[in-house]
């Protein structure tokens, strides 16, 4: 199905609005708080009227919600549901469509028990549509909540979604949301040869773009299979700009529990690629690090893993850690690795501390190997600055918002 099958009064309204802001910026450049921001779920008049008489799947997890009354929210499958738009799948990404599953944990196909609509996984042993679920749909619709990290793997699922629509000639609807990290972009850019689906597309490790923003990219760059290009439409925020702050309502994953958490990720999941833990198995992940062996002088503070919702079983399960506690640290505005250097400074005779995974998270071996080097933080992000200001050049050619 092309676009031609969409040329209705509605249609070229809303392409009309999309087009036209591919390389404009809102005009204010002032800080926004949050309650000002209409997202792309909530203009239910922009895109409704394209799903009448379609067969319709959707993207969805537990923060696809639709505020669109100041007194009343819904999510958008139990709202779509209720306006009789036939659903004939609801794509679930990592952790569930609930978000409740571990990081990593391969998420069944099931039933929607509220709605019974059918769910299908793509964080299993499937992480792209099949032809035979998407036989009959005639369009599709992609609402998560992002975070801005290139190791999220949301942006991941973004993708092959985007190749299954281009391949089957499916539109794609990008409702847009804001990105809590989008006002820096930072960190090593992915290599090609440590592509997997905690690094895609070469991007730096914070990439400073929304969701729909990223879906420009991915088509306008050729990242898709065989550079094919996906039908693609976004519905665009308003009064958001990249500087705009916003604090996620709804836990975007299960070991991201606020804004600190949020803010540190970045920094912090690099030690997910080594034998320390960050937080999983607390109730404050991404707001700490440590381990059983580090000094109890120079990392006094303690907290023991225990299985909870997010990690049934987290490192050093049930075993004192030492650590740092970093819930009151500043804002970040650029990665932070003082704190995994002066780690592994601290244990630099334990032949252990990175792990693989340590590569596949930073998307290149260089890292790794200053670090051991003995290079410090400012040394190290030297060494990104040139394909850093390549990288926000190219980023350029896709925002919507204001810088």
Same mark, same amino acid.
């Given at each position: 199905m092309t676009l031609t099958d969409f040329k209705n009064t509605h249609f070229l309204l809303l392409l009309l609005t999309i087009t036209t802001c591919f390389c404009c910026k809102s005009q204010s450049k002032n800080k926004l708080i949050s309650n000002n921001i209409v997202l792309g779920a909530d203009q239910v008049?922009?895109?409704?009227?394209?799903?009448?008489?379609?067969?319709?799947?959707?993207?969805?997890?537990?923060?696809?919600?639709?505020?669109?009354?100041?007194?009343?929210?819904?999510?958008?499958?139990?709202?779509?549901?209720?306006?009789?738009?036939?659903?004939?799948?609801?794509?679930?990404?990592?952790?569930g469509f609930r978000g409740k599953a571990d990081a990593g944990e391969l998420i069944k196909d099931g039933i929607d028990n509220k709605?019974?609509?059918?769910?299908?996984?793509?964080?299993?042993?499937?992480?792209?549509?099949?032809?035979q679920q998407l036989d009959g749909v005639e369009i599709i619709i992609f609402d998560i909540q992002d975070v801005g990290a290139r190791f999220y793997t949301y942006i991941s699922t973004l993708h092959y979604i985007m190749e299954a629509c281009a391949e089957a000639n499916i539109p794609l609807i990008v409702l847009d949301r804001p990105n809590p990290n989008g006002s820096f972009i930072d960190g090593p850019v992915l290599e090609k040869a440590h592509r997997s689906f905690v690094g895609m597309h070469p991007v730096p490790v914070v990439h400073g773009m929304t969701i729909g923003e990223y879906a420009q990219m991915i088509n306008g760059e050729g990242w898709l299979s065989k550079e094919v290009k996906c039908e693609l439409l976004i519905v665009k925020m308003k009064n958001y700009s990249h500087q705009t702050t916003y604090s996620l309502p709804i836990k975007p994953s299960p070991n991201l529990p606020n804004d600190t958490s949020i803010n540190l990720y970045p920094s912090l999941c690099f030690f997910e690629g080594t034998y320390l833990s960050a937080g999983r198995g607390t109730e404050i992940?991404?707001?700490?690090?440590?381990?059983?062996?580090?000094?109890? !002088?120079?990392?006094?503070?303690? $907290?023991? &893993?225990?299985?909870?919702?997010? #990690?049934? *079983?987290? @490192?050093?399960?049930?075993?004192?850690?030492?650590?740092?506690?970093?819930?009151?640290?500043?804002?970040?505005?650029?990665?932070?690795?003082?704190?995994?250097?002066?780690?592994?400074?601290?244990? !630099?005779?334990?032949?252990?501390? $990175?792990? &693989?995974?340590?590569?596949?998270? #930073?998307? *290149?071996? @260089?890292?790794?190997?200053?670090?051991?080097?003995?290079?410090?933080?400012?040394?190290?992000?030297k060494t990104w600055?040139?394909?850093?200001?390549?990288?926000?050049?190219?980023?350029e050619k896709y925002l919507l918002y204001d810088r």
């Open positions: 008049n922009e895109y409704l009227p394209l799903l009448k008489n379609k067969k319709v799947a959707v993207v969805a997890n537990q923060t696809s919600i639709i505020n669109f009354k100041i007194d009343s929210s819904a999510h958008i499958i139990d709202y779509l549901h209720q306006k009789n738009i036939p659903i004939k799948y609801v794509f679930a990404p990592e952790h709605t019974g609509i059918p769910i299908a996984s793509l964080y299993g042993e499937n992480k792209k549509p099949s032809i992940q991404f707001q700490l690090f440590g381990a059983p062996n580090l000094s109890p !002088e120079l990392y006094p503070f303690t $907290f023991t &893993p225990r299985a909870n919702e997010g #990690a049934k *079983t987290p @490192k050093f399960k049930n075993k004192l850690c030492y650590g740092k506690d970093l819930r009151n640290t500043e804002k970040l505005t650029k990665l932070n690795l003082e704190w995994l250097i002066n780690a592994y400074r601290q244990t !630099e005779k334990n032949n252990t501390f $990175f792990s &693989p995974f340590f590569t596949k998270l #930073a998307g *290149t071996k @260089k890292l790794q190997e200053q670090i051991e080097k003995g290079y410090t933080y400012a040394e190290i992000r600055l040139k394909d850093l200001n390549n990288y926000d050049l190219l980023r």
